[in-house]
């Protein structure tokens, strides 16, 4: 396996040096489709590498897990921070917000349950008060 990647790796390395050469080299218009077709060669090389760099990556996924998120993290360590401080804050407001709604729910509903004691209270108290009526 490990020739295969070096085999393709010298494959891509040499792909991108002629490529660069190509795209260098100076001359008339009739050199400018020649540049252009090294830089479109340029660009599929890197495609290719980008390619192989995934795979690779898969590969480490699988076999060494571990090392392979603590490379992606030291690699996007920075990005994966912001993105991750942004969800959190977004989060954190978000919740935020949904505490304030419950607190202003629990709140109405606190003051309807001493609403409707206060009217049960009254309502017991009006049959006493027509009993008492009635016996004097």
Known sequence: ?????????????EEFE???????????A????????????FWDAGTD???????????????????AREWVAALCGDAIAEAV??????ETAYLGDKME????????LRRDVADL????VELDQKPRLYEEAAHQ
């Open 1 to 13: 396996m490990l020739s295969a990647v070096r085999a393709e790796l010298g494959r891509l390395l």
């Open 18 to 28: 002629t490529a660069d050469r190509e795209s260098k080299s100076s001359g008339d």
């Open 30 to 41: 009739a050199v400018l489709a020649a540049r252009e077709a090294a830089a479109a060669r």
């Open 49 to 67: 590498l980008g390619d192989l760099w995934l795979l690779m990556l898969r590969y480490a996924a699988r076999r060494q897990p571990a090392k």
């Open 85 to 90: 401080g942004a969800e959190v804050r977004r």
């Open 101 to 108: 709604q419950q607190r202003k729910l629990y709140d109405a």
């Open 117 to 120: 004691n206060a009217a049960l």
